[in-house]
């Protein structure tokens, strides 16, 4: 019966590699000069510190922007509320995203059954299986998935016959 996977996953070496040019980029600019920016990567957490609000936004900008040429998502990127350390510094955590939480695997679920495909969809752990007689019911699953404009970057592996 042919089957695939639904995972969402973020390679974590391609994140590290995006923190240490952007930390590249810090040490070099010249508006960064004499501050005390930093982004530091630990397992899945990433912390942005900075002097001040504006060159917090600025820093995050250009986080962003070394995610996006390493070809990483900023919707596996969960920010949080950036807050006050000591002195005038500010602090933010950012998350990465690993795994399709249990709510919106529940909402992918009822999407599909309520789409009448001739699909079974299990959910198995942090990831879906979805399998069905048919490839082409397969595909319309993919299809219907992707109609549904989740924020979080999703990956259909493991395609088998």
Partial sequence: MPSFDVVSRTDLQEVENAVQ???REITTRYDFKGSNCTVERNDEVLNIKADDEFKLKQVQELLRGHLAKRKLDV???DFKEPEKASGYSMRQTVLVKQGIERELAQKIVKDIKGAKLKVQVAIQG???RVSGKKRDDLQAAIAQIKALKIDQPLQYINMRD
């Fill in 21 to 23: 040019g952007a930390m």
């Fill in 75 to 77: 919707g596996a990127f």
């Fill in 126 to 128: 942090d990831e879906l």
